[in-house]
């Protein structure tokens, strides 16, 4: 049998191995070069593509993915700043709670409206603990989700936040800056969540280089997400994951 997304994140947590994901925004597949960031994702051995925006102007989720999955073999996890990006031809769902955030529509308004659709889709799903933290500058999912976010020198309240989705039962806590974010989460932050939390840390936002991405996995995250940068620059998917991947031989 097909291990699942999410086992495989938790038994490569277990084993220290860290994982690298691309964030495609479907907005921007018809746009940019998509061929060349699967190639250069595929040869790269990246884990994972998320697909997901806070704004989807566009009807081309199911397009975009399709393009992905008809080049390669690398899994599609839709990350959906919405309701509305639902494709079955992902493989997985994040399944989110805004835990950071007290709007109470996205910690459980949404999830009850959607829940039945979801459970009877092909999707696998994934409860996902989602923390926005201050990326420096404002950001699309706090307008959108009319959120603050936790303040980058607020480890304890990230701390916290993180030990409370993983005892309400969440899978996964994926802590972001948010896209584009100026300043992306701090290492001594990633490091206090990373060494209590049992369930896989997923860290994105601002991450621009591959010294930062493995300074995140050296602290502690156990999944690295790159959205933006490498919007602009493809090539910058070979050095990112060669730097997160470098942990998983020694
Ligand atoms: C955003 O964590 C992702 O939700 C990725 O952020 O686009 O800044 O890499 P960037």
């Given at each position: 049998m097909e291990i699942s997304i999410y086992e495989r994140f938790k038994s490569d947590k277990a084993k220290k191995k860290k994982n690298f994901v691309v964030l495609i925004d479907p907005d921007d597949v018809k746009t940019q070069n998509i061929q060349q960031i699967v190639d250069l994702a595929a040869r790269a051995e990246v884990d994972c593509f998320f697909m997901g925006g806070s704004l989807i102007?566009?009807?081309?989720?199911?397009?975009?993915?399709?393009?992905?999955?008809?080049?390669?073999?690398?899994?599609?996890?839709?990350?959906?700043?919405?309701?509305?990006?639902?494709?079955?031809?992902?493989?997985?769902?994040?399944?989110?709670?805004?835990?950071?955030?007290?709007?109470?529509?996205?910690?459980?308004?949404?999830?009850?409206?959607?829940?039945?659709?979801?459970?009877?889709?092909?999707?696998?799903?994934?409860?996902?603990?989602?923390?926005?933290?201050?990326?420096?500058?404002?950001?699309?999912?706090?307008?959108?989700?009319?959120?603050?976010?936790i303040p980058s020198n607020k480890a304890d309240i990230a701390v916290c936040t993180a030990l409370a989705g993983e005892l309400?039962?969440?899978?996964?806590?994926?802590?972001?800056?948010?896209?584009?974010?100026?300043?992306?989460?701090?290492?001594?932050?990633?490091?206090?969540?990373?060494?209590?939390?049992?369930?896989?840390?997923?860290?994105?936002?601002?991450?621009?280089?591959?010294?930062?991405?493995?300074?995140n996995v050296q602290a502690g995250a156990d999944v690295i997400v790159v959205g933006n940068a490498i919007e602009k620059d493809p090539s910058l998917i070979t050095d990112i994951a060669a730097a997160v991947h470098s942990l998983n031989t020694a």
């Open positions: 102007m566009n009807d081309t989720l199911d397009y975009s993915i399709s393009q992905i999955k008809e080049a390669c073999n690398i899994p599609v996890v839709l990350f959906p700043g919405n309701s509305l990006q639902l494709s079955y031809r992902a493989d997985a769902m994040l399944f989110l709670s805004l835990i950071s955030g007290r709007n109470p529509e996205l910690l459980i308004g949404k999830h009850v409206e959607t829940a039945s659709f979801l459970y009877a889709s092909p999707l696998e799903i994934i409860s996902t603990g989602y923390m926005l933290v201050d990326g420096g500058v404002p950001t699309s999912v706090s307008y959108m989700s009319n959120t603050y976010p309400i039962g969440m899978k996964l806590i994926y802590m972001d800056a948010g896209s584009g974010a100026k300043t992306p989460i701090p290492t001594s932050m990633i490091q206090a969540v990373g060494e209590r939390l049992k369930i896989p840390l997923v860290i994105g936002g601002g991450i621009r280089t591959p010294e930062k991405a493995l300074e």
